[in-house]
């Protein structure tokens, strides 16, 4: 048995960052799924459009410079690496750089606040599948706990949707998250979730009249996801302030940039309502500052944040894009 843990991983979904990453990176996403190659080149567009980098990869470098600051200052004193599920830095070449460095167990931080099958079991199947592949010295990875009701998730959201509504504080206001199947959404603990954690943000704004909805759907037609969709709501709306708050994103990665403030402010620019988009928790001090509380909370013995066996099951047909 191995006593202590000796480094952290951030594991991330991935994104490219050229124009000729993205074909790969899709591929890399779509791997035995059944989707539609036009619609792995729609998504691809979305892409394009921003020269074909996602600002995902940045962001969780910077997450990475701050988490690594924060242990420093207040311990404990861990290494930080970082891999991603779809493009570089890929899990495997991160577990060897872990492995050639000395670590053998590590805390893994997923970049995924609720829980559902592309959001928390597939991240922990990519680990043992790795491992697996790598071999017996590979280190052992454990997830740290879903964070969703966690204080320093909720604080840096409210903060991050106060500076926003302090703009326009007659908006109305739409939390948003990523839409996924109906079916995936039966077997796991999603909508509740993201139900609670609006609820929270929503009671420490004093606002009680905000409204959630979903984005970013990519199956097919006659598949049931998750609704209201944003642009239904926004054309319901029809006018006036809006606040749209991505609160089921936790960096401005590419259905941020592209679903919200490139498609959803366009038609908000033809209905005429005046929107404002608010921030993601990012590397929000507080949000960096809760990590390393859930890095001490294992360190110290707590809980082990392992899923049970029939949680957030696989779903029967393909899981969202991103």
């Known amino acids: 048995m191995i006593p202590e843990f000796d480094g952290v991983l951030i594991l991330g979904f991935g994104g490219p960052e050229r124009h ?10 779509l791997r035995g799924k059944n989707v539609p190659r036009e619609r792995m080149l729609e998504v691809a567009e979305h892409y394009y459009h921003f020269g074909g980098r996602s600002p995902i990869n940045e962001q969780n470098r910077e997450l990475v410079r701050a988490l690594e600051a924060e242990l420093a200052r207040h311990g404990p004193a861990l290494p930080v ?17 872990m492995h050639r460095k000395g670590v053998r167990r590590a805390l893994a931080y997923v970049t995924s606040a609720f829980g559902s099958y592309s959001g928390c079991r597939q991240y922990l199947e990519d680990i043992a599948r790795v491992r697996e592949q790598s071999g017996p010295e590979t280190p052992e990875i454990e997830k740290l706990r ?7 998730f909720l604080e840096a959201m409210t903060d991050r949707v106060r500076v926003a509504l302090d ?10 998250a990523h839409s996924i199947p109906v079916a995936m ?46 642009l239904a709501a926004l054309r319901e709306i ?5 606040v749209i708050a991505p609160i089921g994103f936790l960096s401005d990665h590419m259905e941020v940039l592209y ?10 620019g033809e209905l005429g309502i005046n929107m404002l988009r ?41 899981a969202a894009l991103r």
Request: charged letters at 25%; proline letters at 10%.
């Open 20 to 29: 000729e990453d993205v074909i790969p990176f899709l591929e890399n996403v």
């Open 81 to 97: 690496f970082w891999g991603n599920r779809n493009w570089h830095p890929m899990l495997a070449d991160t577990l060897r750089e």
């Open 146 to 152: 879903t964070f969703s009701d966690h204080p320093g």
């Open 167 to 176: 703009r326009l504080p007659s908006a109305q206001l739409l939390f948003t």
């Open 185 to 230: 959404a039966a077997s796991s603990p999603y909508e509740r979730q993201l139900n609670a954690a609006c609820a929270a943000v929503g009671a420490a704004l004093g606002r009680a009249d905000y409204r959630l909805v979903y984005q970013s759907r990519s199956g097919p037609p006659g598949q049931p996801w998750l609704e209201p969709d944003i």
């Open 238 to 242: 029809g006018s006036g302030d809006v």
């Open 259 to 268: 679903d919200l403030d490139t498609e959803a402010a366009r038609l908000c």
């Open 278 to 318: 608010a921030g993601t928790v990012g590397a929000h001090p507080r949000f960096v500052r809760m990590i390393r509380e859930l890095i001490v909370e294992r360190v110290d013995g707590g809980v082990p944040a392992v899923c049970s066996e029939d949680c957030c099951p696989p779903p029967r047909r393909p």
